[in-house]
């Protein structure tokens, strides 16, 4: 494999060693990697430049230029009062020599400001920018050094007023006032500190999800800013914040840490994840672009799907939300702070930084939970977690184990009651209950788990398919060492306590190993499968809700009379998922022998786009079978007659299977158009 290779631009005065930037060319052949290296070259020695003086300009926003001379100010006067505190009386000739020099300083100061020489600036300036984690352009501005070299000669002038024998406070009253400060106490105290505001957020905001969400917004500011007072957050920071974190990879943070053994991982900073996820889209990008004879519409879906996924507007906008608690966790401690970016503000920004391309796109990947396909449902139930595996390990490979423990229930459970995961990977083996004639779940039923809402808190009858495999059964013959939950294996992989993560992780490789891994269909969104099967079985919403814990459901959930309780069993009961559960030899319990839910395989329709976004080429394939059942190109150059019998054709041979259609958005949309076309 050969890798492009070069070294990262640095400043003049950057005494850090050198780094280098190592990209993949995703070629064995030599001649192939020379043409992407020269390609991957040009484009990036002219982004560098962009790079290189974007870095080099340093402007300073008007609010910014305002900070860094505000806590120039502030800093003087903090160390008028701690000096004014500790003074000893001095004589009459200190005291006007001292005022000698302070005057003699200030007629310099007015012969440089007449010369436009602020060099005597840098050293006010620099401690203040370094509080507050500015960088200076250098040179310095006009405008800068004008207002620092007054703000400079009046600073002196309070200290001569103070030396005289005037009390710092009343010396100052006039700088203060021209400057829109009211309350000299609290504005010479050190400012609130970013870190400070975080953790007045966690007192504020307590719950385990809420200072997670806070941990992830604050590592992000404390990189891009540094621990700043929070006063300094301003408007145009949040947007060059957000527009910096509108590049992560969605997936930022997942890929190092610590490894398999238990080492320490190498700590990889967000902007270096960032610059190799540029690189990468750079070198994605040039390829796609040079592929001839294809549309641009057709070549921005490919780049969809091969850019590296950044994180969505969802994302974005949780980090602005955290961003504002601990704003106004802040002004509880005193702080005066600005007001945090409106959605819509934030939105136009991130817009605004797209650059002047044809081909541009900002791959995202949101996740969309469907509800999982009939095939794929039955792909799960006829897989060797219930069929037979080769070891608790080996959940995926065929062999002759079933082992009924979380593995093989929790999925059952979530596909028949519509369950969050977390519901169910709590449950208690108390739990388990009779009511009415009827085994039933209390979900979310102890104290110490009162669910994600007040609706949470549920009886939930247990499905006829778990009761003829065995569940009740299997339950009753826990051993008492077992511990008081339910699946204690699976909520035990969890160490910080978010057991439907760790879980989720875990089950999602053994779906991608038997083959029914999907970005969209994933674990989580048989909870939406379940329900989509009641409302095809016209189950109520009031019971529906009720089944899934969800909100304003019209049931009050815990206290059910025997017909409610009848009623649920009967609803719960209506997912028919054609299983045939019957017995073995060599096992002990009932097993599913079959599952006839998939009446035919998913048909795979891919698309081709034309320049106007509609499909080009349109191709329906079999998985089981060599040749498509149906292939079209030119698609655009058809019209009438000719037109309306390929859309028959096309639907003669989809309307009866069901389809797993493009995931670009664009492609499905082509799709259906054309199937609307006749």
């Not at 994605?284 to 950044?310: C, F, G, N, Q, T």
């Not at 955290?322 to 005193?334: C, Y």
């Not at 003669?652 to 389809?659: G, K, Y």
Request: aromatic residues 6%.
């Amino acid at each position: 494999m050969f890798y492009f290779r070069k070294r990262l631009p640095t400043g003049p005065s950057n005494s850090a060693p050198n780094k280098f930037i190592c990209l993949s060319l995703r070629t064995h052949l030599p001649l192939d990697a020379v043409k992407r290296a020269a390609r991957l070259l040009s484009v990036y020695e002219k982004k560098e430049i962009e790079f290189v003086d974007a870095v080099t300009k340093k402007n300073l926003s008007p609010e910014m230029t305002k900070a860094v001379l505000m806590e120039a100010m502030r800093s003087e006067l903090s160390e008028m009062i701690a000096e004014e505190s500790q003074a000893s009386p001095r004589s009459d000739a200190d005291i006007d020599q001292r005022v000698a020099a302070l005057e003699t300083e200030n007629r310099q100061l007015r012969r440089a400001a007449r010369n436009k020489q602020w060099g005597d600036m840098q050293t006010i300036l620099q401690k203040a920018s370094a509080l507050i984690s500015v960088e200076l352009p250098d040179p310095l501005p006009n405008d800068l050094g004008q207002r620092a070299n007054t703000l400079k000669r009046r600073l002196n002038d309070v200290k001569i007023a103070v030396d005289e024998g005037d009390d710092v406070r009343t010396a100052c009253r006039d700088l203060l006032t021209d400057n829109a400060i009211e309350g000299f106490d609290a504005f010479v105290q050190a400012p609130v500190s970013l870190a400070q505001a975080k953790a007045k957020t966690d007192e504020l905001y307590p719950t385990t999800s809420m200072k997670r969400v806070t941990a992830g917004a604050y590592r992000l500011l404390e990189e891009f800013l540094g621990n700043v007072p929070i006063s300094t957050i301003t408007k145009d920071r949040q947007k060059e914040f957000l527009g910096w974190a509108s590049r992560l990879p969605r997936t930022q943070g997942r890929g190092h840490g610590r490894n398999r053994h238990g080492q320490a991982g190498k700590t990889v900073t967000k902007a270096e994840e960032i610059s190799k996820a540029d690189a990468e889209d750079l070198l994605v990008l040039e390829e796609v672009r040079a592929i001839a004879d294809v549309s641009d519409a057709e070549k921005k879906a490919m780049l969809a799907d091969r850019l590296v996924p950044r994180v969505t507007l969802d994302t974005l906008r949780k980090h602005r939300d955290a961003m504002n608690r601990m704003l106004k966790s802040a002004e509880d401690l005193g702080a005066n702070v600005p007001v945090a970016i409106s959605y819509r503000d934030m939105e136009r920004h991130i817009k605004s930084l797209a650059p002047e391309d044809a081909l541009y796109v900002r791959a995202t990947k949101p996740k969309i939970r469907m509800s999982w396909t009939k095939e794929r449902i039955s792909m799960l139930l006829s897989s060797p977690i219930y069929s037979g595996c080769a070891s608790e390990h080996r959940r995926w490979q065929r062999g002759k184990l079933i082992i009924r423990d979380a593995d093989y229930w929790v999925p059952l459970i979530v596909l028949t009651i519509g369950s969050r995961i977390a519901e169910i990977l709590l449950l208690k083996r108390s739990d388990v209950r009779f009511r009415d004639g009827h085994y039933v779940l209390a979900i979310a039923s102890g104290a110490d788990n009162t669910g994600k809402t007040e609706d949470a808190k549920r009886l939930v009858p247990i499905p006829q398919m778990l009761i003829d495999l065995g569940f009740i059964k299997w339950f009753q013959a826990l051993e008492q060492d077992h511990g008081v939950l339910l699946f204690p294996e699976a909520a035990g992989r969890s160490k910080s306590g978010e057991v439907s993560s760790a879980y989720g992780k875990h089950l999602r490789r053994i779906f991608d190993h038997i083959g029914i891994g999907d970005f969209d269909e994933d674990f989580y969104a048989l909870r939406k499968t379940f329900s989509s099967m009641l409302k095809r079985e016209n189950v109520d919403d009031g019971q529906r809700q009720a089944i899934a814990g969800h909100r304003h459901g019209s049931i009050i959930n815990v206290h059910y009379t025997a017909n409610h309780i009848n009623d649920l069993k009967h609803a719960v009961d209506k997912a028919d998922f054609k299983l045939n559960i019957g017995r073995k030899r060599q096992y002990g319990f009932p097993v599913i022998l079959s599952c006839d839910l998939a009446q035919g395989s998913t048909l795979d329709i891919e698309v081709i786009l034309g320049d106007d976004n509609e499909a080009e080429t349109i191709t329906v394939r079999d998985p089981r079978l060599a040749d498509p059942l149906f292939d079209c190109s030119k698609i655009g150059k058809l019209s009438g007659e000719g037109l309306k019998q390929l859309v028959a054709k096309l639907r003669e041979v989809t309307d009866l299977r069901p389809l797993k259609l493009p995931k670009n958005p664009l492609k499905q949309a082509a799709f259906e158009h054309f199937q609307a076309l006749a």
